[in-house]
């Protein structure tokens, strides 16, 4: 019998029914045979994956363990980085948002270089590949991820990073590119070492900026209020019916207000006064500070609230 499976059916509760009424035992029954079937269904998707990790093993052509795939969305003046007009101008937001993108995607790069990841970006709107190509480099995997409603755009994504193989998948917001590092290495090797779990990483804003997974419930995306400070909370309570136990990544912050983009700011310019060759908690985002340092040339509009000459020169 394949491990998986044998400990699919180690774990599967069963309840004792001996003192109840006779209807009360029908129902427990009935929810005990659902959560078999549940648990069955999950056992049966990874002895698919486990034979296609084999079969890609024996091929030479095994894909990284963990995939982490950042949803991105083109930019367009008027269409991205709203949130930031003001105090930026249209195109000054979505100048930032390509450099978030190449900063989160080069962040999940320096990641891989530590442990096994393979980048992914899930993007919209349909048709917008060449932007992609075009900013990003060319070994990051494109999943066309257009679908009304949030939740379905990460459970597509995640979906499909684990149908091609790879043993577990996380989705990434775009919005914070300081992330440090470390919650990308700490998110993958989670999920190396305790698979029956799921990985968040918790956003100050109430939200999540990660959320990874070895088997996708569609649970964890349903009945959940998208754009509120109740996600995070939300998801944890969801994962809570699943009987899934969960990892809370160090919490950070989101770049979608000009709080949050005064925050950038100061951290970029601590990062910048410390030696390149110095640890510092917060990845140093090169491409952002390009872009905040050209936004800080134009004398104009003020940044984040402040004074152009109160910017990162």
């Not at 930019?75 to 101008?89: I, M, Q």
């Not at 900026?209 to 964890?220: E, P, S």
């Amino acid at each position: 019998m394949p491990k998986g499976l044998a400990a699919e059916m180690r774990t599967a509760p069963i309840g004792s029914t001996k003192s109840r009424p006779h209807g009360a035992r029908l129902s427990a029954n009935s929810r005990t045979y659902g959560t078999y079937q549940a648990r069955g269904r999950v056992a049966a998707r990874a002895i698919r994956r486990d034979c296609m990790r084999m079969r890609q093993r024996q091929d030479g052509v095994l894909p990284a363990a963990c995939a982490i795939a950042v949803m991105g969305k083109a930019s367009a003046p008027g269409r991205t980085k709203t949130r930031l007009v003001p105090p930026l101008s249209g195109e000054e937001a979505a100048r930032l948002n390509t450099a978030f993108l190449q900063d989160v995607m080069g962040n999940l790069i320096a990641a891989g270089r530590v442990t096994e990841i393979a980048p992914y970006v899930a993007y919209g709107p349909a048709g917008s590949e060449a932007f992609f190509r075009g900013c990003l480099p060319e070994n990051v995997d494109l999943i066309e991820c257009c679908l009304p409603n949030f939740g379905d755009c990460l459970r597509h994504a995640l979906t499909t990073m684990l149908a091609r193989g790879h043993s577990a998948a996380c989705v990434l917001n775009a919005d914070s590119p300081t992330l440090p590092t470390r919650c990308l290495i700490d998110a993958a090797r989670t999920l190396a070492h305790a698979p029956e779990r799921i990985v968040i990483g918790p956003s100050t804003d109430g939200g999540y900026y990660l959320l990874g997974l070895t088997h996708v419930h569609g649970r964890l995306f349903t009945d959940i209020e998208w754009s509120s400070p109740r996600v995070c909370e939300q998801t944890r309570q969801r994962a809570a019916e699943l009987d899934l136990a969960v990892t809370l990544l160090e919490p950070w912050y989101d770049v979608d207000d000009a709080a949050a983009l005064r925050q950038l700011e100061a951290d970029l310019a601590h990062a910048d006064a410390c030696d390149e060759r110095a640890e510092v908690a917060l990845y140093r985002a090169h491409q952002t500070r390009a872009a905040l340092a050209e936004v800080a040339r134009q004398p104009s509009v003020a940044l984040a609230g402040a004074t152009r000459e109160g910017a990162i020169p």
